[in-house]
Nanobody, 116 residues
Framework: QVQLVESGGGLVQPGGSLRLSCAAS????????MSWYRQAPGKEREWVAT???????NYAHSVKGRFAISRNNAENTIDLQMNSLNAEDTGMYYC??????????WGQGTQVIVSS
């Protein structure tokens, strides 16, 4: 069974940057579109960004211009570079398929806290 493992979160000051990474056992990310999601405390999980197999990316309006999703084929990871972070970016970040019928079990996520 595929296990998704997110990493790279932490505590960062407003305006700072973090780089998240998503790894998977038993799955080649090159074969699939993949997305990042996040869930803020007390809120529903929301979509953040998607990268397709050609490297084309789409972003939620709230992160466009600040976040960049990418593939590291050598490491078989899906990465999310997050810049100009603000308090509204605080939450647990997850990766998974953008298609509900193709989703893996959700990983544990990686916590991002933006605070001074």
């Amino acid at each position: 069974q595929v296990q998704l493992v997110e990493s790279g979160g932490g505590l960062v000051q407003p305006g700072g940057s973090l780089r998240l990474s998503c790894a998977a056992s038993e799955f080649d990310f090159k074969r699939a579109d993949m997305s990042w999601y996040r869930q803020a405390p007390g809120k529903e999980r929301e979509w953040v960004a998607t990268i397709d197999t050609y490297g084309n990316a789409n972003y939620a309006h709230s992160v466009k211009g600040r976040f960049a999703i990418s593939r590291n084929n050598a490491e078989n990871t899906i990465d999310l570079q997050m810049n100009s972070l603000n308090a509204e970016d605080t939450g647990m970040y997850y990766c998974n398929s953008p298609y509900e019928g193709s989703r893996f079990a959700w990983g544990q996520g990686t916590q991002v806290i933006v605070s001074s």
